[in-house]
């Protein structure tokens, strides 16, 4: 008579490679966006009136390809961790609420520490209080949650095209001297030494959370979207939705190209800077179809041979992504600021994207290094401790339970996983 598995054993699940792969993926694009907010004033503004042709051209690239994709991306992979966490917390037979409540706040305060001494733009205290909405739909039907995502998506693309109307209408285009002549105190700020740069990130948080307010219904259908997903346990078994991703890929990519070339064109031209609202509208409705075929494009990639040493590099980053975030914004900030080298508008766009992709290659080898040797980065084993109430052990097989997999023999619920999900 065969022995039947401890309880604690057969209970204990399996990692989800996916949402490392694509969180460590969405590392890359956020990094390629901060880091032209960080290194000068213009970026989205068409450039300052000495820009070169290549920077105009690489911030134009960026902005069609890149721009607000990867953090819907991040907030879709955040949204759909909710649901781990849920499952990790009925598993331990603990409140949820407590555990979501110490999470948020001690997201919030990195968030705000972060946005103080670092970067105004930060995403932290957006995704804490965002996260308290998400808690009360964490009973919604699926599909219920998608048309609530959906409805914000489409009333915020039609509030920003109203506005752009009305702004076309009422206002002339920005020159680029009178762009020089606001910028000027900011870049002298920025050039100063800590305490002016300090100073200058708390006189532009307030701009930053009126542009985070802009882009709430945004996030908040990101994680409307990735909670539906979770739900539905989308990502355990990628193999499962391959054709469903073909389909994702082929009408999601046209459509968020075209999108994407379209809010390039309002930012940067060859429409004049009072398209920004307009392109924004469009940029609303089309990026999260060029984000889903961004994500299946890699996940399909990822299960082929020569594509699998591609997520064995990811994977290890996103598992520390929010440690790899944080020091993104370090970096940038020892580069660009009076912090250190005090390279601020000094640097062409070009060379601040080049200057990217070498940090990010570095995060990409020394998170492998790091995790070699522990189960968490540094600010993971911390938001472990602060959710769960105590410190995590650092070493082992398993991971943080907003990156874990799901629970390994649960059957898929019926009707499978929504189309285009």
Same mark, same amino acid.
């Given at each position: ?275 920004? /609202? ?60 009076? /912090? ?82």
């Amino acid at each position: 008579m065969s022995t039947p598995p401890r309880p604690d054993t057969a209970a204990t699940p399996t990692r989800i490679g996916a949402i490392d792969v694509l969180r460590g993926f969405a590392l890359l694009g956020i990094l390629l966006v901060n880091a032209q907010l960080m290194a000068g004033p213009y970026a989205g503004l068409g450039g300052g009136s000495g820009a070169s042709a290549v920077d105009q051209g690489a911030a134009w690239v960026v902005t069609a390809l890149v721009a607000t994709k990867f953090y819907l991306l991040f907030s879709f992979l955040f949204g759909y961790s909710f649901t781990l966490q849920q499952r990790s917390a009925e598993r331990a037979a603990a409140a949820f609420a407590p555990r979501h409540l110490r999470r948020s706040a001690v997201l919030f305060f990195l968030g705000l520490a972060h946005a103080v001494l670092l970067y105004p733009g930060d995403i932290l205290m957006p995704y804490a209080v965002l996260g308290l909405v998400l808690y009360a739909f964490r009973t919604a039907h699926p599909r219920t949650v998608l048309r609530v995502a959906a409805g914000l998506l489409g009333a915020v693309a039609v509030l920003l095209l109203a506005y752009g109307l009305l702004f076309i209408s009422t206002t002339e285009p920005v020159r680029p001297e009178d762009l020089a002549a606001v910028a000027s105190d900011t870049v002298a700020t920025y050039r100063g030494g800590p305490r002016s740069v300090i100073t200058a990130n708390v006189r532009l948080l307030p701009h930053a959370l009126a542009g985070n307010l802009l882009a709430a219904a945004e996030l908040l259908a990101a994680f409307l979207t990735g909670l539906a997903a979770g739900r539905w346990r989308a990502l355990a078994d990628p193999d499962r939705h391959r054709a469903r991703m073909k389909r994702i890929i082929r009408r999601g990519l046209p459509i968020g190209l075209v999108g994407g070339v379209f809010m390039a064109v309002c930012s940067y031209g060859p429409l004049d800077n009072r398209w920004f /609202y307009i392109g924004r509208a469009a940029g609303v409705l089309t990026a999260p179809a060029l984000t889903a075929a961004y994500a299946c494009g890699l996940l399909l990639l990822v299960r082929t041979r020569a594509g699998r040493r591609i997520g064995d590099a990811l994977a290890p980053a996103g598992r520390m992504s929010l440690t790899n975030y944080l020091t993104q914004s370090l970096v940038l900030a020892l580069v660009f600021t009076g /912090y250190g080298l005090g390279l601020y508008d000094r640097v062409g766009t070009a060379v601040v994207l080049a200057g990217c992709l070498v940090l990010y290659a570095a995060q990409l080898a020394l998170s492998v290094l790091l995790l070699r040797h522990t189960r968490y980065g540094p600010v993971e084993f911390l938001l472990r401790g602060a959710t769960r109430g105590r410190l995590p052990r650092t070493h082992g097989a398993t991971a943080d339970d907003s990156r874990r997999a799901e629970d390994a023999p649960a059957a898929p619920r019926p009707g499978g996983v929504p189309r285009g999900s």
